[in-house]
């Protein structure tokens, strides 16, 4: 199972960008999906999640800014940012909870470097 993620870059303030994250690979389900990120020097937090049946949440910095959404029959995840500012400059990861060969496992992607400028 593998999770690519593309669509980072750089940004100025107040700009958008959009994040893809396709899951391939023997899947036989895919229950959440979501977005973390990742700044220098810092921990990873959960940006955003979205569960099988379309049910979301967000990060308070975050709110009313980004949306997460997913296409299920692409095992795709989408995270589109606007009005984008420094401080969601990170290194953004993808992660499914993917049901395989019988088993379950938490994805993860490789990460995409998104960079706000002022």
């Known amino acids: 199972v593998q999770l690519v993620e593309s669509g980072g870059g750089l940004v100025q303030t107040g700009g958008s960008l959009r994040l893809s994250c396709a899951a391939s690979?023997?899947?036989?389900?895919?229950?959440?999906m979501g977005w973390f990120r990742q700044a220098p020097g810092k921990q990873r937090d959960v940006v955003a999640s979205?569960?099988?049946?379309?049910?979301?949440i967000y990060a308070d910095s975050v709110k009313g800014r980004f949306t997460i959404s997913r296409d299920n029959a692409k095992n795709t995840v989408y995270l589109q940012m606007n009005s984008l500012k420094p401080e969601d400059t990170a290194v953004y990861y993808c992660n499914a909870g993917i049901v395989t060969r019988g088993y379950h496992t938490s994805a993860w992607g490789q990460g995409t470097l998104v960079i706000v400028s002022s």
């Open positions: 979205i569960t099988s049946g379309g049910s979301t």
């Open positions: 690979g023997s899947i036989f389900s895919i229950n959440a």
